[in-house]
C-alpha cells in the first residue's frame, strides 16, 4: 500500500494544551506521525510518497475563505498584538445563549470578527484544545494535500492508500476549527472525490471521537453518506454532537449515521458496530469510501476509554476491506504514541489483505516505554 507522508507536519509543533482551564502536556504531538511512519517503513509492505501541492480552491469548497484567512494570519496576529503565550488560544467564545432573542438576520448583520486575537479565535475557534503556533497553518495546508494526494492515488486505480495527515481534520467545521484540528482533510478529500467521479462517496470515521466538523459539512447532502462509531457524547468531546438521531435533513436525511459507544467498549461491541457500519455504508452507490482513522480507541489511549487491542485493528481493516470499495484512508487522532505504530500496521495490513505479525524490534516494556 502506497503511504502519502510529509515531514512538513513538524512545524506544527505542539507541546503543551490545555484541559478545563489548566496547562498539561499536549497530546497531539509530531512524535505521532514519526512513529506512525517509522513503523510503516519498517514493515516492508508499505511505500512512501510525498504530497503534491492542490492549492486553496479544494479547500473552500467545504470551508469558509474567513476560516483560511484567520488561519493564515493567527499566529502572526498574536505576535503583532504583543501577546505573550506560547499558542494561541481564545479569550471568549461566542455561545449561542449570547444572541437568545435576536433573529437571526439581527446576527448574521451585528455580530463579526473582532479585531483582538483573543475574540477572532473564539469567532472562528471550537475550544482551547487546538493549540495554534507558527507552523500550524503551514502544517495544516500540508496534510490537506496529503489526503488530496491519497484521493489522487485511489482514482488513479490503487485500491486503497493511507495518508498520513497532521494536523487531524475531523472536528473542523465549515467554518470552525477545534479538537486539534483546523482543515477537514477527510471532507476535503471526500468533496473532490464526488466532483472528480459524479459519483456518491462514503466516509466511515473511527476515531474515538465523534467527527462533528464531517457531520456539519455534510449534514443536508444526499451524495455524501457519514457513518461514525465513537463514545457517547453524554459523558466525551465534543458534547454537542454525535447523538444516534442526528440522521441529517433535507437531501441530507438518512445520510447521517451515528454509532455512540459506552465507556468501556470491547472489542466485540467494536465488532458489531462495525458490522453495522459497514452495512450503511454498503446500502448506497459508489465506489470509494474514506476512511478517518483513529486510534485513540485504544485500551491505553490516555484520552479515551475504551478497550480495544491491536488485533482488533487487523480485523476491522479486514471487514471495512471486505466492503470491496476502494479506501482512502486518512489519520485522525490516537494518542498512546507506544501503540501507534503496531495498530497503523495491523489496521493497515488487514485492509491490504495481509496477515498481521507484530514487529519483533518493538515490544511494550514497563510503563508502556518502547522497547528494542
Ligand atoms: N484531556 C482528535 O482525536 N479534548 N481530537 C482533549 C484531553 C479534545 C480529539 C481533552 C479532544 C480532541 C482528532
Ligand atoms: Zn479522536
Known amino acids: 500500500m502506497q503511504v502519502v507522508y510529509t515531514a512538513a507536519h513538524l512545524a506544527h509543533d505542539i507541546v503543551t494544551e490545555t484541559f478545563m482551564g489548566v496547562e498539561g502536556p499536549?497530546?497531539?504531538?509530531?512524535?505521532?506521525?514519526e512513529i506512525i511512519r517509522a513503523a510503516l517503513e519498517a514493515d516492508g509492505g508499505f511505500r512512501l510518497t510525498g504530497p503534491?501541492?492542490?492549492?486553496?480552491a479544494p479547500i473552500t469548497a467545504v470551508h469558509d475563505p474567513g476560516l483560511v484567512r484567520f488561519l493564515e494570519v493567527a499566529w502572526s496576529e498574536h505576535r503583532a498584538q504583543n501577546i505573550p503565550r506560547p499558542f494561541l488560544a481564545a479569550d471568549t467564545y461566542p455561545n449561542r445563549a449570547m444572541f437568545e432573542g435576536m433573529s437571526d438576520e439581527a446576527v448574521a448583520a451585528l455580530v463579526r470578527e473582532p479585531v483582538h486575537v483573543g475574540g477572532r479565535a473564539g469567532f472562528w475557534g471550537l475550544d482551547t484544545a487546538a493549540p495554534l503556533v507558527a507552523g500550524t497553518?503551514?502544517?495544516?495546508?500540508?496534510?490537506?494535500d496529503v489526503a488530496l494526494t491519497t484521493a489522487d492515488l485511489v482514482l488513479g486505480g490503487e485500491t486503497a492508500a493511507?495518508?498520513?495527515?497532521?494536523?487531524?481534520?475531523?472536528?473542523?467545521?465549515?467554518?470552525?476549527?477545534?479538537?486539534?484540528?483546523?482543515f477537514n482533510n477527510a471532507a476535503i478529500a471526500a468533496e473532490a472525490i464526488t466532483r472528480a467521479t459524479g459519483e456518491r462517496v462514503a466516509i466511515l470515521d473511527v476515531d474515538y471521537h465523534h467527527g462533528n466538523g464531517t457531520q456539519q459539512i455534510f449534514w443536508r447532502r444526499g451524495d455524501v453518506r457519514y457513518v461514525s462509531i465513537h463514545a457517547d457524547p453524554e459523558r466525551q468531546y465534543p458534547y454537542f454532537l454525535g447523538r444516534a438521531d442526528e440522521i441529517g435533513e433535507g437531501e441530507g436525511e438518512g445520510e447521517n449515521h451515528n454509532i455512540p459507544l459506552r465507556a468501556g467498549a470491547t472489542n466485540a461491541d467494536y465488532l458489531a458496530a462495525t458490522d453495522r457500519a459497514v452495512e450503511a455504508l454498503g446500502a448506497v452507490p459508489g465506489s470509494v469510501v474514506v476512511v478517518s482513522l483513529?486510534?485513540?480507541?485504544y485500551g491505553l489511549d490516555p484520552i479515551g476509554d475504551f478497550a480495544l487491542t491491536t488485533e482488533v485493528y487487523h480485523e476491522v481493516g479486514r471487514r471495512v476491506a471486505a466492503l470491496g470499495r476502494r479506501l482512502v484512508i486518512l489519520q485522525e487522532g490516537g494518542y498512546h504514541r507506544p501503540s501507534l505504530g503496531e495498530n497503523a500496521r495491523a489496521w493497515l495490513r488487514g485492509a491490504?489483505?495481509?496477515p498481521f505479525e507484530p514487529l519483533p524490534a518493538a515490544g511494550f516494556g514497563p510503563g508502556g516505554?518502547?522497547?528494542g
Open 352 to 354: 491490504d489483505g495481509r
Open 369 to 371: 516505554a518502547v522497547t
Open 137 to 144: 497553518y503551514e502544517a495544516a495546508r500540508r496534510a490537506v
Open 26 to 33: 499536549a497530546n497531539e504531538v509530531a512524535e505521532r506521525a
Open 162 to 182: 493511507y495518508g498520513l495527515c497532521r494536523p487531524p481534520g475531523h472536528h473542523a467545521a465549515r467554518s470552525m476549527y477545534g479538537g486539534y484540528c483546523f
Open 52 to 56: 503534491s501541492d492542490h492549492g486553496e
Open 294 to 297: 483513529g486510534f485513540d480507541t
